[in-house]
Every structure is written in C-alpha cells, then in structure tokens.
C-alpha cells in the first residue's frame, strides 16, 4: 500500500490566461479515498474543457483536483480498501474529475476501464474523456438505434471522430460536417456517409436530399449559436438534439413552431459534473457495447499528436488551433 503524501510533478496555473500560464510544479497527493484508486499517469489527453479551464471559464466542481486534465492512462499504484475490481499493478486509461496533467492522480474505481488489447498507454489516454461524452449523450440522452440516422458536427475534432466511429460501428448511418474539404475527407474515412464542408454549402438541403425530405433521427451539436436553427430544420420528426459544446456561441435564435411540429426532443449535458454513480453508468455502457470494438481493431480513434509533458504549452496551442484531426495526447514517459 502507498503512504502518504507522494510526491508528483503536475501543471499547474498561476492565473488565468493564454497557453504560456501553464507551468510545472510539485505537490503531494494522499491515499485515495473510498472508492478511488491512485494512477501513475504515463499519458494524459487533451480536449477543449481543459481550454476552458485554463482561460477561467470551467473551474472544477468542489472537491475535484483544480489541475487541469479530464483522462489519463496509467498503472494503478494504489487502492482504496472497499475497491474489489482493480489491483495494484493494473493498466488502465480512465476519467478523472481533475489533475490528469499529473505524474499522478486519484479517481474513481469504477471511471477506469481496461486498456484495449493492443493499445499503448498514448493511445488509451485519448479514449475516456470523449467516450463518456458521445456515449452518455449520443446513445444515453439522444437514445441512437442502429438503423436510425445522425448528424455529427466538427466532426474531424476528438468528440465528432469518436462519434462518427461509435456511431457507424453500431449500425447508425452518419452524416458529418467539418469545416474543410481534408476534415470532409476525413470524416468519410472514420465511417461517414456523408460529409459536408460548412464553409462552402449550408448543411440542410444535402441532407434533407439524402433522406427523401424526411431528415436524420439525432443531432450531436458541438455548435451552437446559427447552428441550432438550421440543425431544426434537418431534423426528422420525433428527432433527438443533443447539444455538447457551443464553439459558434451560447446563444441562439430558434423557431420554436419547428420543436412543435417536429416534436423534437433537445437535451444537452456537461460530463465533468455529473454524479459518480451517471459516471459508472455510462462506464458499464462503455464496457459492454464498445470496448469489444476497440480490443477488436473495429475502431481506432486516430492521434493527430503527442507532446511530451513539457510541452503542454504547445499542445494547448494546437488544440485552440483548431488544424488537429483526431486526439492530442501529452506523454510523461517523455520529459
């Protein structure tokens, strides 16, 4: 069993600002506590809260690591006395609530899941922060069936590649938009049907022209803002509409007749609040319905790249970028 108050390097931030406030320091991180396992981090993924976070926009819910960081992939290196399914010596990637950029972090037993066969610890660590995301929103509150049709926006980034594949490899057929024709390309490559170049067509007449008028079943929206208005207009009737971001903005003028007529259901959700006990739900989905996927080879979610953890800094300025197509992953094997 691990003691107390182990010493480990993590990121921090001084002040809230542009990438360059990210520095390292050192800290001391207890025994987890019931329920929890502690991970000795070898990789950390990088995704668009942690922007957030950084610039003050997201802070951590109470009680929750205030280092930055939403999933990792490491060996367990302690357990808490009540915690049956995990050992010490396990290799996991898993969600944390806070302090994936860390050497290492506590989390909850049942937020970690194996490592798929084959997979290096880089690779895992790109996988829980985003699964939980389309899982718990896609197929959880937006209830997507095989044999129904759905609309992915961004779909180049982290959340709209893990969507696309999840989606397509259990039976739905996709329909994306990205905002070139390479991401477009892309797109088709992780399994849509068909892609759209949003700064070159609006989205709605193709896919209203590829579903006889009827449009699609679900909507995961990254989007927001101008999005909204228009996504009501290629949703079918009885449509499901699951806003997860709102890189267009927070606000949006809609047609409220549409929702009417339409008997459109719209839902949205933020993954880092959400209870323990939703968390391991949607791990156990996650378990069951995807994790074959992946110890198959049926998905592989693409890293654009790795940054050794000195380099956060970089990394983050890529993200905001926004040129990465798939997941951006931090490396603490690499100084």
């Known amino acids: 069993m691990a003691t107390h108050n182990r010493q480990f390097t993590h990121v921090t931030v001084e002040q809230p600002g542009e990438p360059s406030v990210m520095t390292m320091a050192q800290s001391t991180l207890d025994l987890p506590s019931a329920g929890q396992v502690t991970i000795k981090v070898h990789a950390a993924g990088v995704n668009g809260p942690d922007i957030k976070q950084r610039v003050g926009a997201y802070p951590p819910p109470a ?5 930055i960081g939403l999933e990792v992939a490491g060996e367990i290196v302690s357990v808490a006395e009540d915690v049956t399914q995990w050992q010490v010596g396990d290799k996991v990637c898993a969600l944390v609530p806070g302090g994936g950029y860390a ?9 970690c899941l194996p490592i798929p066969t084959g997979y290096s610890y880089v690779q895992a660590a790109g996988l829980p922060e985003t699964f ?7 197929f959880i509150r937006a209830g997507l069936k095989a044999g129904e049709s759905v609309l992915i926006h961004g779909g180049s980034g982290g959340i709209g590649t893990t969507a696309i594949q999840m989606a397509s490899r259990l039976g739905a057929k996709v329909f994306a938009t990205s905002g070139s024709a390479e991401k477009c390309q892309y797109c088709l490559d992780q399994g849509a049907s068909v892609a759209i170049n949003y700064n070159e067509e609006p989205f709605v007449e193709p896919i209203l022209a590829a579903t006889q008028g009827v449009g699609v079943n679900v ?6 803002g101008d999005f909204i208005n228009e996504n009501l207009k290629a949703i079918a ?4 509409m699951v806003s997860v971001a709102m890189q267009r903005g927070p606000q949006a003028t809609i047609d409220i007749f549409r929702i009417m007529a339409k008997r459109v259901v719209w839902t949205g959700s933020t993954l880092r609040p959400q209870s323990v006990a939703n968390k391991a739900q949607i791990a156990q989905g996650l378990a069951e ?5 992946l110890n198959s080879g049926a998905m592989s979610i693409p890293i654009d790249s790795v940054f050794p953890f000195a380099q956060v800094v970089q990394a ?4 905001e970028s926004g040129k990465h197509k798939g997941k951006i992953v931090l490396d603490l094997a690499v100084q």
């Open 316 to 319: 983050h300025q890529l993200m």
């Open 219 to 224: 909507i995961m929206d990254i989007a927001g």
């Open 132 to 138: 939980f995301t389309v899982w718990g929103n896609l």
């Open 237 to 240: 009737t009885d449509g499901r």
């Open 103 to 111: 050497e290492l972090v506590n989390t909850y037993a049942a937020h």
């Open 289 to 293: 319905h995807v994790w074959p996927l």
């Open 63 to 67: 009680g929750a690591s205030p280092i």
